[in-house]
């Protein structure tokens, strides 16, 4: 059974940073796309960031600047650095990927718990 589990949420001051990571487990034959998406509070979850399996990035345009993402394909993991936080970060982030996980070839999207960014002073 196929899993992502993120890490690196917490609590960080205006300006700060931040390293979230992503880890798939289970049985896997490979790794598509690798998104990061996120929710604040009441508003709907909005898509920050992509990473191809080829290693290209596309970013939202609040975070364009400011946060990176990159994959390690060895170690099934993805990571959004973020940095010059902004109380606007304040979201539950998410991890996304299109994992194939059968011989035959079936692939779906896989979705991590979720873990929480909190810009404040």
């Known amino acids: 059974q196929v899993q992502l589990v993120e890490s690196g949420g917490g609590l960080v001051q205006p300006g700060g940073s931040l390293t979230l990571s992503c880890t798939a487990s289970g049985v896997i034959f490979s790794i598509g796309a690798m998104r990061w998406y996120r929710q604040a509070p009441e508003k709907e979850r909005e898509l920050v960031a992509t990473?191809?399996?080829?290693?290209?990035?596309n970013y939202a345009d609040s975070v364009k600047g400011r946060f990176i993402i990159s994959r390690d394909n060895g170690k099934k993991t993805v990571y959004l650095q973020m940095s010059s936080l902004k109380p606007g970060d304040t979201a539950v982030y998410y991890c996304?990927?299109?994992?194939?996980?059968?011989?035959?070839?079936?692939?779906?999207?896989?979705w991590g718990q979720g873990t929480q960014v909190t810009v404040s002073s």
């Open positions: 990473i191809t399996g080829g290693g290209s990035t």
């Open positions: 996304n990927a299109l994992i194939v996980y059968s011989i035959h070839g079936s692939s779906a999207d896989f």
